[in-house]
């Protein structure tokens, strides 16, 4: 089972590092061009890739009030045009049972600059 969450984990992350970054979501005040459901996120720069990684039940109420890595990129001085949003969904069971497993992978191997702490893996 830890292999095959590990391979799902990094193609997530492939998926997050090479989507061209035109096809990721701009940032906007009321992200109602983000989806409700679950999700792996990443928050990326044009030319940067991954400042940050998460995991939510609720994508577009996550970002609604805010989300530190975008107060973090503004304090950064970074172009918002170059700071987008990238959603991988989660499907029931990867939400319920695997969510937490896989990004501590994702996080472990990307090491996003704006991920305060590395998830511990066990």
Same mark, same amino acid.
């Given at each position: 089972m830890t292999d095959d969450v590990e391979v799902q984990a990094l193609a997530i992350l492939d998926s997050l590092t090479n989507t061209p970054f035109e096809q990721c /979501?701009? =940032?906007?005040r009321s992200f109602k061009n983000v989806t409700a459901n679950? &999700? /792996?996120?990443a +928050? !990326?720069?044009r030319e940067l890739g991954l @400042?940050? +990684?998460g995991k939510t039940r609720y994508s577009r109420e996550r970002? !609604?009030?805010?989300h530190k890595a975008f107060l973090w990129s503004w304090l950064d001085h970074y172009?918002? $045009?170059d700071v !987008? @949003? @990238?959603l991988y969904p989660l499907d029931f069971i990867q939400l319920q049972t695997? &969510? %937490? %497993?896989? $990004?501590?992978? =994702?996080?472990?191997?990307?090491k996003p600059p704006y991920n305060a702490r590395y998830p511990a893996r066990d």
């Open positions: /979501i701009p =940032i906007t679950a &999700s /792996i996120y +928050v !990326r720069h @400042l940050y +990684v970002f !609604r009030d805010g172009d918002p $045009e !987008r @949003l @990238l695997l &969510s %937490s %497993s896989l $990004e501590a992978i =994702i996080i472990a191997a990307a």
